[in-house]
């Protein structure tokens, strides 16, 4: 038997954009259980008001940016950093109730948890006798 992998992760940009800051992917852990998958992200920095989780075509995009700004009375002699922007896209399996998506963001850790189609999930199945 073979096992069908629920998620994969999508290789080509989530998006072209002319935006010419790097773009970072956020490290993220699948797990998975018999109601469905769980992605938890790693996006520091990132507030709610920033993040934009999208599904398109059963792509799913998380995209998110960081903003460092200066006090207004401080001009940056240089600066490394002054914004960083995430993104990560993954194609979801057919199996994934994409309509329901849950999703929370604390501390700079995002996880979404996406259940499967109800007839995908295990059940178990009565025997009578007689």
Known sequence: MVAKKEIV???KPAAESADTRPILQPPVDISEDAEGITLIADIPGVSKESLNIQVDNDTLVI???V????PADIKPLY????STR????FALSSELETGNIE???KDGVLTLRIHKRPETRPRKIEVTTG
Request: no cysteine; glycine share 4%.
């Open 9 to 11: 992760e999508n290789p």
């Open 63 to 65: 995209e998110g940016e």
């Open 67 to 70: 903003h460092i700004d200066a």
């Open 79 to 82: 600066a490394d950093v002054r």
């Open 86 to 89: 995430y993104r990560r896209s």
């Open 103 to 105: 999703a929370s963001l």
